[in-house]
């Protein structure tokens, strides 16, 4: 239970680094927001107060997920339901947060008052960005056994597509719920994005059984798998997993962007469904074991969308190490911890009840 509140906090503590009120998100050098970071005292000595440093709509995002994931749903379409509730109510409390466009015009799209087709949203040509993907990490903690692959597919799609309807933006809330049920099953990390790879026909399959948008959706699918594949040859990661991944000799804060860039789809790390969670299993698999600092430098402090990779990479490093090694002004103060730790120790709850 300890790891589950951790992970809801520490993803609220990533996103609340990376974000800086607005001011790092936007800052497009992962070296300037190194040394803007010394100037403060340097990671070991910030306090994170929810007036200097509040969350985004990412950790509000997640929240408004796991808060429809702890309730008494009978069956996935009344969860769906409760899932639009709580979204619409979410996007009401982001003014002043400047949320990501894509999360406002998909949840402008929500019908909280249909029955029906509540949760059916159109296809968004605009919709492949890093909002599906930070807000599904405690789907994957709420279904993390492996007999619950198929309810953890189906409910990571249409968590993903009820705001981000394209399949690069859903592919990516399925990956981070993947990625949290993997580290729960205690699945070496190194194995984790060429498993993935091999559930995204299961992803194809339910979408096929939905029969919606499959026209748009086949046009795009594509885009996603091949940006892992190249991904993984780039890191050398094999079908058998045996390897160790193969990192650049240099690879300090300024080759990062440069790599970072270079995968994203417009120039800005992060900023799509594919990248942000590529870029937090990055930090994951080149961080030092457990070296919480390492993980930042890599995930929080880059030049690109480091509020959701480091929402991501938080989350993931909370269910594999618990709060060990994180200093505890990052956590002591944060905005909605109470909340935050409620929701961890609930959802530990829901998962280990047999629905």
Same mark, same amino acid.
């Given at each position: 239970?300890?790891?589950?509140?951790?992970?809801?906090?520490?993803?609220?503590?990533?996103?609340?680094?990376?974000?800086?009120?607005?001011?790092?998100?936007?800052?497009?050098?992962?070296?300037?927001?190194?040394? *803007?970071?010394?100037? +403060?005292?340097?990671?070991?000595?910030?306090? +994170?107060?929810?007036?200097?440093?509040?969350?985004?709509?990412?950790?509000?995002?997640?929240?408004?997920?796991?808060?429809?994931?702890?309730?008494?749903?009978?069956?996935?379409?009344?969860?769906?339901? $409760?899932?639009?509730?709580?979204?619409?109510?979410?996007?009401?409390?982001?003014?002043?947060?400047? /949320?990501?466009?894509?999360?406002? $015009?998909?949840?402008?799209?929500?019908?909280?008052?249909?029955?029906?087709?509540?949760?059916?949203?159109?296809?968004?040509?605009?919709?492949?960005?890093?909002?599906?993907?930070?807000?599904?990490?405690?789907?994957?903690?709420?279904?993390?056994? /492996?007999?619950?692959?198929?309810?953890?597919?189906?409910?990571?799609?249409?968590?993903?597509?009820?705001?981000?309807?394209?399949?690069?933006?859903?592919?990516?809330?399925?990956?981070?719920?993947?990625?949290?049920?993997?580290?729960?099953?205690?699945?070496?990390?190194?194995?984790?994005?060429?498993?993935?790879?091999?559930?995204?026909?299961?992803?194809?399959?339910?979408?096929?059984?939905?029969?919606?948008?499959?026209?748009?959706?086949?046009?795009?699918?594509?885009?996603? &798998?091949?940006?892992?594949?190249?991904?993984?040859?780039?890191? *050398?990661?094999?079908?058998?997993? &045996?390897?160790?991944?193969?990192?650049?000799?240099?690879?300090?804060?300024?080759?990062?962007?440069?790599?970072?860039?270079?995968?994203?789809?417009?120039?800005?790390?992060?900023?799509?469904?594919?990248?942000?969670?590529?870029?937090?299993?990055?930090?994951?698999?080149?961080?030092?074991?457990?070296?919480?600092?390492?993980?930042?430098?890599?995930?929080?402090?880059?030049?690109? *969308?480091?509020?959701?990779?480091?929402?991501?990479?938080?989350?993931?490093?909370?269910?594999?190490?618990?709060?060990?090694?994180?200093?505890?002004?990052?956590?002591? *103060?944060?905005?909605?911890?109470?909340?935050?730790?409620?929701?961890?120790?609930?959802?530990?709850?829901?998962?280990?009840?047999?629905?």
């Amino acid at each position: 239970m300890e790891k589950f509140k951790a992970a809801l906090l520490l993803a609220g503590v990533g996103d609340s680094l990376g974000y800086l009120n607005f001011s790092w998100e936007i800052c497009g050098s992962g070296v300037k927001i190194q040394e *803007e970071l010394k100037q +403060l005292g340097g990671l070991e000595n910030l306090v +994170l107060s929810a007036d200097k440093w509040p969350v985004s709509d990412n950790t509000r995002m997640h929240m408004a997920t796991a808060e429809a994931l702890i309730t008494d749903y009978w069956c996935l379409e009344d969860l769906y339901r $409760e899932m639009v509730k709580q979204y619409v109510y979410a996007v009401d409390k982001l003014q002043g947060r400047r /949320p990501d466009p894509a999360t406002i $015009e998909g949840c402008s799209q929500l019908k909280p008052d249909n029955y029906l087709l509540a949760w059916h949203t159109p296809f968004n040509e605009k919709g492949s960005g890093f909002g599906a993907a930070t807000k599904a990490m405690c789907i994957g903690m709420r279904y993390w056994q /492996p007999d619950r692959l198929e309810t953890l597919i189906e409910v990571s799609v249409e968590c993903g597509r009820m705001t981000h309807n394209h399949p690069t933006g859903f592919l990516g809330s399925l990956c981070t719920a993947l990625f949290t049920s993997y580290a729960i099953q205690g699945k070496p990390i190194v194995q984790w994005g060429r498993e993935m790879l091999k559930v995204v026909p299961m992803a194809e399959e339910y979408c096929k059984k939905t029969i919606r948008h499959m026209a748009e959706y086949q046009e795009h699918w594509f885009y996603y &798998e091949a940006k892992w594949q190249f991904y993984l040859e780039e890191r *050398e990661i094999a079908e058998d997993h &045996e390897n160790k991944p193969n990192f650049p000799d240099k690879y300090d804060a300024e080759e990062r962007d440069k790599v970072y860039k270079k995968w994203s789809s417009e120039g800005r790390g992060g900023r799509r469904g594919h990248d942000a969670p590529m870029i937090a299993y990055d930090a994951l698999l080149g961080a030092a074991a457990a070296d919480w600092k390492d993980l930042c430098s890599r995930a929080m402090f880059h030049g690109g *969308e480091s509020g959701a990779t480091g929402t991501i990479a938080g989350c993931l490093y909370g269910l594999l190490h618990g709060l060990n090694n994180v200093p505890k002004g990052l956590y002591r *103060e944060i905005e909605l911890k109470e909340r935050l730790e409620y929701l961890g120790e609930k959802l530990y709850q829901a998962s280990t009840k047999e629905k």
